[in-house]
T-cell receptor
Framework: KNQVEQSPQSLIILEGKNCTLQ??????????LRWYKQDTGRGPVSLTI?????NTKSNGRYTATLDADTKQSSLHITASQLSDSASYIC???????????FGAGTRLFVKA | EPEVTQTPSHQVTQMGQEVILRCVPI?????FYWYRQILGQKVEFLVS????????KSEIFDDQFSVERPDGSNFTLKIRSTKLEDSAMYFC?????????????FGPGTRLTVL
C-alpha cells in the first residue's frame, strides 16, 4: 500500500535553533518527492522537489535530503524564525499515472 | 506575482444542497487540480483536469462531484448533494505543464461547512 509517514507529528523549538523533519514512504514506483510548507488556513507552498537521482536540494534555510534506497527524506531548517511556524508536508508522487500521496505533516512551532 | 485564487473563502450550506466552488488558475497554466483537507487530516487528491477532460480522479471523487471549466479562466468543483462529511478545506491548484515534477501552485482554499 502506498503510504507517506512523517515524524514527529509536532515539534516545538526556540527561535534560532535548527530542526530536522522526517519522511518515510512506500510509494512505488517512485517519481519525485516534494516538501511543502502550509500556513494555517492557507494552501501549501512548495519548498523543494527531488527525483530519485537527487540526494539533496536547498532553498534558502531549507535543505531536503533523499535516500531513494531506504525511501527516506528529511527536511532540515536552519536558524529557525518565528515565521517558520507552520505545517511541513512531505508529498510523494509515483510514476504510471497521477498517484500523489500526501503525508499528514509535521506541525512546527517556533517560539521566541 | 500571478497566483491561484478561489472563491468563496468560506461556504456554509445545508446538507443535501448543491455547492459550486470556484477557482481561477494562473492564466498560462494548462493543468488543474482539486484537493480537499478535512480538519486535522492530510491533504487528499480529488481530481486532475486537462484539455476539458478529467485526467485522473481518486476514489473520493464519486458521482456527487463534478468539475468544469466553463470559460477560459474559471475552474469549478460542484458537489451535487452535500453530506456532513464533505466539510473540509478545498484547494485548487494549477501547473503550466504536465508531469508531477512541475510545481503545483495552490490557491488559498475554500472552507466548506455542511450543517
Amino acid at each position: 500500500k502506498n503510504q507517506v509517514e512523517q515524524s514527529p507529528q509536532s515539534l516545538i523549538i526556540l527561535e534560532g535553533k535548527n530542526c530536522t523533519l522526517q519522511c518515510n514512504y512506500t510509494v512505488s514506483p517512485f517519481s519525485n518527492l516534494r516538501w511543502y510548507k502550509q500556513d494555517t488556513g492557507r494552501g501549501p507552498v512548495s519548498l523543494t522537489i527531488m527525483t530519485f537521482s537527487e540526494n539533496t536540494k536547498s532553498n534558502g534555510r531549507y535543505t531536503a535530503t533523499l535516500d531513494a534506497d531506504t525511501k527516506q527524506s528529511s527536511l532540515h531548517i536552519t536558524a529557525s524564525q518565528l515565521s517558520d511556524s507552520a505545517s511541513y508536508i512531505c508529498v510523494v508522487t509515483g510514476t504510471g499515472g497521477f498517484k500523489t500521496i500526501f503525508g499528514a505533516g509535521t506541525r512546527l512551532f517556533v517560539k521566541a | 506575482e500571478p497566483e491561484v485564487t478561489q472563491t468563496p473563502s468560506h461556504q456554509v450550506t445545508q446538507m443535501g444542497q448543491e455547492v459550486i466552488l470556484r477557482c481561477v488558475p494562473i492564466s498560462n497554466h494548462l493543468y488543474f487540480y482539486w484537493y480537499r483537507q478535512i480538519l486535522g487530516q492530510k491533504v487528499e487528491f480529488l481530481v486532475s483536469f486537462y484539455n476539458n477532460e478529467i485526467s485522473e480522479k481518486s476514489e473520493i471523487f464519486d458521482d456527487q462531484f463534478s468539475v468544469e471549466r466553463p470559460d477560459g479562466s474559471n475552474f469549478t468543483l460542484k458537489i451535487r448533494s452535500t453530506k456532513l462529511e464533505d466539510s473540509a478545506m478545498y484547494f485548487c491548484a494549477s501547473t503550466r505543464e504536465a508531469g508531477s515534477y512541475n510545481e503545483q501552485f495552490f490557491g488559498p482554499g475554500t472552507r466548506l461547512t455542511v450543517l
